[in-house]
């Protein structure tokens, strides 16, 4: 996966092996690859249950590989956001937001006024005072992302955050997403089983082999043009997935 000596590597993750579990252990991650440019959207697709989500894990610093590296650009630890959107029901939304302030050691006064500012970032100014079961699907996955903003990381790990949304909520969430992107510029890795979404949303798609999981390819969206999607079904498909 080469790149240019002038860009700067925000993820670089080299040769990680992973088995859990005992008699006998499972191998989940086998000599996993991955290099994520800083500022960069960087799409894993490939099979369900092959290690996407548990390279996340291991990025995220949740899980501990069995060999292998992981280096992060990030001074503080990569945020993760899970497929569900993990609000606390019994907390408004903007006290959900805020808990990733609070965790940090932020007064909850402090935290509730930097949760604003990012619930109206992401377009849901005046919904602060809503609890999660009043809120629609899209506008909880907003939620969520605005708990990823406050963070304060600039690496990102999205693992299928929008695969239980309708069609239509899903590319709202996209332009969100890329709105969003655009103002703070973090690094991302975004998980999905949406070859659309991929091409809609990352720079670079790598594509994923059946467990143990290893990248078989990497797609660059900006030169494939128009071709990315074929690319990236053709690298499925030479992995041996039927996409």
Same mark, same amino acid.
């Given at each position: 996966?080469?790149?240019?000596?002038?860009?700067?590597?925000?993820?670089? =993750?080299?040769? $990680?092996? &992973? *088995?859990?579990?005992? #008699?006998?252990?499972?191998?989940? +991650?086998? %000599?996993?690859?991955?290099?994520?440019?800083?500022?960069?959207?960087?799409?894993?697709?490939?099979?369900?249950?092959?290690?996407?989500?548990?390279?996340?894990?291991?990025?995220?610093?949740?899980?501990?590989?069995?060999?292998?590296?992981?280096?992060?650009?990030?001074?503080?630890?990569?945020?993760?956001?899970?497929?569900?959107?993990?609000?606390?029901?019994?907390?408004?939304?903007?006290?959900?937001?805020?808990?990733?302030?609070?965790?940090?050691?932020?007064?909850?006064?402090?935290?509730?006024?930097?949760?604003?500012?990012? =619930?109206?970032? $992401?377009? &849901? *100014?005046?919904?602060? #005072?809503?609890?999660?079961?009043? +809120?629609? %699907?899209?506008?909880?996955?907003?939620?969520?992302?605005?708990?990823?903003?406050?963070?304060?990381?600039?690496?990102?790990?999205?693992?299928?955050?929008?695969?239980?949304?309708?069609?239509?909520?899903?590319?709202?969430?996209?332009?969100?997403?890329?709105?969003?992107?655009?103002?703070?510029?973090?690094?991302?890795?975004?998980?999905?089983?949406?070859?659309?979404?991929?091409?809609?949303?990352?720079?670079?798609?790598?594509?994923?082999?059946?467990?143990?999981?290893?990248?078989?390819?990497?797609?660059?969206?900006?030169?494939?043009?128009?071709?990315?999607?074929?690319?990236?079904?053709?690298?499925?498909?030479?992995?041996?997935?039927?996409?």
């Amino acid at each position: 996966m080469p790149h240019g000596s002038d860009t700067e590597i925000a993820i670089r =993750v080299d040769d $990680v092996h &992973l *088995a859990l579990g005992d #008699d006998p252990p499972l191998a989940v +991650l086998a %000599g996993a690859d991955l290099v994520a440019p800083a500022g960069e959207v960087t799409a894993i697709i490939g099979p369900s249950g092959c290690g996407k989500s548990t390279l996340l894990d291991v990025i995220a610093g949740l899980v501990t590989p069995d060999s292998g590296s992981v280096v992060t650009s990030s001074s503080g630890r990569p945020v993760l956001m899970p497929q569900r959107d993990a609000l606390m029901p019994w907390r408004t939304l903007r006290d959900n937001v805020a808990a990733a302030a609070e965790l940090r050691g932020t007064p909850r006064s402090d935290a509730r006024a930097l949760a604003d500012r990012e =619930v109206a970032h $992401v377009g &849901l *100014a005046g919904f602060g #005072d809503h609890y999660p079961h009043a +809120l629609s %699907g899209g506008m909880r996955q907003r939620g969520a992302l605005a708990r990823t903003l406050l963070a304060e990381s600039d690496i990102w790990l999205l693992d299928e955050p929008f695969g239980a949304l309708d069609a239509l909520t899903r590319s709202e969430m996209h332009r969100v997403l890329v709105a969003v992107r655009e103002q703070v510029a973090p690094t991302i890795v975004l998980v999905t089983h949406d070859i659309a979404e991929a091409v809609a949303i990352a720079d670079s798609v790598l594509v994923a082999s059946p467990g143990p999981m290893r990248i078989v390819s990497r797609v660059r969206v900006a030169d494939a043009g128009p071709d990315a999607a074929h690319e990236i079904l053709t690298s499925l498909r030479a992995a041996g997935v039927n996409a």
